[in-house]
C-alpha cells in the first residue's frame, strides 16, 4: 500500500472511530416541557369604606372608667382603624356609663334614639347585672334584645356587630377584698354570662370576642388594672382591641 494512501486510510479510520467515541459517550438530554405558571390573582380588596360610623355600647369597661379618654378601649380600636386604613375618616358614639345594667342600656338607647347608620357596633355589657345581683333570668331576657337592638342600630346588618366578653373583677386588687370564696363566686358567674352570651352569639352568627383571660391576669400583673384598683387599664385595653381587631376587619370589610 502506497504512503500517501495509507496516510489517508489512517485519518478516515481516526475520524470514524473518533465519532463513535463522542456518540457514545454523549448524554442523553430530557427535554422539559416548559413551565405553565398559574394565572396571577389579585390579592382580594381588603379596603373598606371610605367613612366609617362606630357606636360601642356599654357600662363602665366601654366608657373607660379610670383611665384617659383616649386610653378607653373604643378610642383604642378607633385609633388602631386609623392607621389600619388611613385613608378613611372614623367617628365614634359612646352610649356607656359606669354601673349600667342591661336594663339602664336599654332605656338609655330608647333616651338617646341613635339613628340606624352605624357601620361598627360593639357590645360590652353585664357585669353589674351580675355585681348587683339581678336575677340571672334579666339577663337572659335583656341581652338578647340588646344584640337585637345593636343589630338594628348597625344598618340592619349583624355582620357588622362585635360582642364583647365581661372581664372578672375578681382578679383585682378590689376583688381581693371579697375573700377566696367570694373571689371564686364572682368568676363562676361571670362565666355563667359570658357562657351565656357566647352560645347566644354562635347561634346567630354574630361574633364574640372573649378577653376575660386577659384581665384575670390582673393579680400577676398590675400593669393590667387601672389606678382605682378594680377597672382595665390602657394597658389591658390595648390588649382587648388587638383580640378584637380581626373580627372587627372582618365586618367591615363586609
Known amino acids: 500500500m502506497k504512503p500517501q494512501f495509507k496516510q489517508i486510510v489512517t485519518v478516515i479510520l481516526s475520524i470514524f472511530l473518533l465519532s463513535c467515541s463522542t456518540d457514545e459517550s454523549k448524554p442523553e438530554i430530557a427535554v422539559t416541557p416548559p413551565v405553565v405558571l398559574p394565572p396571577v390573582i389579585p390579592n382580594p380588596d381588603n379596603s373598606i369604606s371610605k367613612s366609617v360610623n362606630y357606636l360601642a355600647l356599654g357600662d363602665s369597661y366601654t366608657i373607660g372608667q379610670s383611665v384617659c379618654e383616649t386610653c378607653r378601649f373604643p378610642e383604642q380600636l378607633k385609633t388602631s382603624l386609623k392607621a389600619l386604613y388611613p385613608q378613611t375618616s372614623f367617628s365614634l358614639k359612646i352610649i356607656a356609663t359606669t ?3 342591661t336594663s339602664n342600656l336599654i332605656s338609655a ?8 347608620n352605624y357601620d361598627l357596633v360593639t357590645l360590652l355589657i353585664g357585669v353589674n347585672n351580675q355585681y348587683r345581683g339581678r336575677d340571672f333570668s334579666v339577663y337572659e331576657k335583656e341581652f338578647p334584645e340588646l344584640v337585637t337592638k345593636a343589630i338594628t342600630l348597625a344598618k340592619g346588618d349583624k355582620k357588622n356587630v362585635v360582642v364583647v366578653s365581661i ?3 375578681a382578679y383585682t386588687s378590689f376583688g381581693m377584698m371579697y ?4 373571689q371564686k363566686k364572682i368568676s363562676e358567674e361571670i362565666d355563667k354570662y359570658n357562657a351565656f352570651a357566647q352560645n347566644y352569639c354562635i347561634n346567630k352568627e354574630i361574633a364574640f370576642v372573649s378577653i376575660t383571660d386577659i384581665s384575670r391576669q390582673g393579680l400577676t400583673n398590675k400593669n393590667l388594672v387601672a389606678s382605682d384598683g378594680l377597672h382595665p387599664s390602657e394597658t389591658a385595653y390595648k390588649m ?7 373580627k372587627v376587619k372582618t365586618a367591615l370589610q363586609d
Do not use: A, H, L
Not at 179 to 182: A, I, K, R
Open 99 to 101: 354601673g349600667w345594667t
Open 109 to 116: 338607647i330608647k333616651e338617646q334614639n341613635p339613628d340606624s
Open 167 to 169: 372581664p372578672d373583677y
Open 179 to 182: 375573700g377566696t370564696e367570694n
Open 240 to 246: 382587648f382591641v388587638e383580640r378584637m381587631m380581626p
